[in-house]
């Protein structure tokens, strides 16, 4: 068996991703790592080389600035490196989201055990988003609770955004991947950067979903109900940045009224408390 590793990355540094922590996270389970860096105007392809696995495979490309509708260019990156993967599998990671050690051994079991049942398209994880604290959680259906991080490499796929797959059928028409949960969990720090941080990178990635001059005072205005305290343990790899990039100051804006979106995931998680189940959006097929 072969595991393929990948991800895109353009001004990782600049934007204060834990990219760096991202990839070394990986590579413990992951035969290749395929990095596909954009042109970027910061040191992100100096400091991916400078990991110094033999593992890693970079490779550099030009993004379509112009492409502004929904993030399509993300898609294009992400099957830039994922058409260069060559293992079994291929495993999808933003330059956001980590992996916890104590999980690698589960999911390479799990990969192995299931490698010749052609039935499994994918894996799927849980996710633990952070938000506004490396101690808080954002937990309400706006936040995709779970999904697939890991595709079977011998399939026709293809992503129509930078979140999630689409398989093609015989007739060429794209259906969710089915896929079974991994026992793992992905970190995803994104919403934990400081302020300062989070303020440049919603302007500097603004373009790419038609919106422009994006201002974020900080991460207090948001529903209540949404967080919780995170009671475990963080991925080792990522000591240095949470006590360096992580914001450590988080007041709720007291004063926030609830957006008619908030509203309605605040009644889909009181329906979730009666009726035991999960409203958040999934893009796979549980089997």
């Given at each position: 068996m072969k595991i393929s590793g990948f991800t895109f990355l353009r001004n990782a540094e600049i934007?204060?991703?834990?990219?760096?922590?991202?990839?070394?996270?990986?590579?413990?389970?992951?035969?290749?790592?395929?990095?596909?860096?954009?042109?970027?105007i910061d040191n992100t392809l100096q400091q991916v080389e400078s990991i110094g696995s033999d593992k890693i495979?970079?490779?550099?490309?030009?993004?379509?600035?112009?492409?502004?509708?929904?993030?399509?260019?993300?898609?294009?990156q992400?099957?830039?490196?994922?058409?260069?993967?060559?293992?079994?599998?291929?495993f999808y990671l933003e330059g956001d989201e980590v992996l916890h050690e104590e999980d690698i051994p589960r999911i390479k079991k799990i990969m192995t055990d299931r490698l010749d049942?052609?039935?499994?398209?994918?894996?799927?994880?849980?996710?633990?988003?952070?938000?506004?604290?490396?101690?808080?959680?954002?937990?309400?259906?706006?936040?995709?609770?779970?999904?697939?991080?890991?595709?079977r490499n011998t399939i026709r796929s293809y992503a129509p955004d930078g979140l999630y797959w689409l398989v093609m059928n015989k007739h060429r028409?794209?259906?969710?991947?089915?896929?079974?949960?991994?026992?793992?969990?992905?970190?995803?720090?994104?919403?934990?950067?400081?302020?300062?941080?989070?303020?440049?990178?919603l302007e500097m990635v603004s373009q790419f979903w038609g919106k422009k001059g994006?201002?974020?005072?900080g991460y207090g205005d948001i529903d209540p109900q949404a967080l919780a305290p995170f009671k475990g343990t963080h991925p080792q790899v990522m000591e240095s940045w949470l006590r360096t990039s992580a914001e450590s100051n988080f007041t709720l804006n007291t004063q926030h009224l609830l957006t008619p979106r908030e509203r309605k995931h605040r009644l889909a998680m009181?329906?979730?408390?009666?009726?035991?189940?999960?409203?958040?959006?999934?893009?796979?097929?549980?089997?």
């Amino acid at each position: 068996m072969k595991i393929s590793g990948f991800t895109f990355l353009r001004n990782a540094e600049i934007l204060c991703y834990p990219y760096l922590e991202s990839i070394k996270s990986i590579l413990p389970l992951v035969d290749e790592m395929v990095v596909n860096i954009g042109d970027s105007i910061d040191n992100t392809l100096q400091q991916v080389e400078s990991i110094g696995s033999d593992k890693i495979r970079i490779i550099q490309s030009r993004w379509n600035t112009e492409m502004a509708q929904n993030g399509f260019v993300y898609a294009q990156q992400k099957m830039i490196a994922q058409y260069n993967c060559t293992g079994d599998w291929a495993f999808y990671l933003e330059g956001d989201e980590v992996l916890h050690e104590e999980d690698i051994p589960r999911i390479k079991k799990i990969m192995t055990d299931r490698l010749d049942d052609r039935r499994v398209e994918a894996l799927a994880f849980n996710y633990k988003h952070f938000y506004g604290l490396p101690s808080q959680l954002a937990v309400s259906p706006a936040w995709y609770r779970r999904e697939v991080r890991v595709i079977r490499n011998t399939i026709r796929s293809y992503a129509p955004d930078g979140l999630y797959w689409l398989v093609m059928n015989k007739h060429r028409k794209g259906r969710y991947p089915t896929a079974i949960m991994a026992d793992a969990s992905i970190y995803h720090y994104g919403h934990v950067r400081n302020i300062e941080s989070m303020s440049k990178k919603l302007e500097m990635v603004s373009q790419f979903w038609g919106k422009k001059g994006i201002s974020f005072s900080g991460y207090g205005d948001i529903d209540p109900q949404a967080l919780a305290p995170f009671k475990g343990t963080h991925p080792q790899v990522m000591e240095s940045w949470l006590r360096t990039s992580a914001e450590s100051n988080f007041t709720l804006n007291t004063q926030h009224l609830l957006t008619p979106r908030e509203r309605k995931h605040r009644l889909a998680m009181r329906a979730e408390r009666l009726l035991g189940i999960d409203l958040s959006k999934k893009h796979f097929k549980l089997i």
